[in-house]
């Protein structure tokens, strides 16, 4: 088998191609729980907290001098990502409490055994008497 036709055996596997669509999917989430945050979450928060802009919070630690830059320490911008990561995070969680509840759902209510013919019921019945003989 060569090598081409091994690659494209593994890469049309069912699971491969299921992880390459969540993977696309999670990042167009991403991107769109960070504008929430950027754009619509931190900027109320940010006013009630007296007109503070998080992505200017930071700690300078060396000043700036001639032609190098200041270097700080952007806490700030951690704080976004944290909270990013906390809606990502409840996010993620609630879909699998769904799937998990579904799969519950599905294990119990087990099927119900299937209907004895009238030849299994008369097989039980000689099998029964014999015992007791």
Do not use: C, H, W
């Amino acid at each position: 088998m060569s090598m081409m036709t091994e690659f494209r055996d593994f890469a049309m596997r069912g699971n491969v191609v299921d992880m390459a669509v969540g993977i696309v999917i999670g990042g167009a989430f991403g991107k769109i729980v960070s504008s929430f945050v950027n754009d619509v979450l931190m900027p109320p928060i940010g006013m009630a907290l007296g007109g503070v802009d998080f992505t200017d919070l930071s700690v300078k630690l060396k000043e700036a001098s001639g032609e190098v830059a200041a270097v700080t320490l952007n806490y700030g911008t951690f704080v976004q990502t944290v909270v990013d990561f906390i809606i990502i995070a409840f996010a993620i969680f609630m879909v699998v409490k769904a799937m998990n509840s579904l799969k519950k759902k599905k294990e119990a209510a087990p099927p119900a055994p299937p209907k004895q013919s009238a030849e299994e019921i008369l097989l039980t019945e000689i099998r029964d008497l014999l015992k007791k003989n």
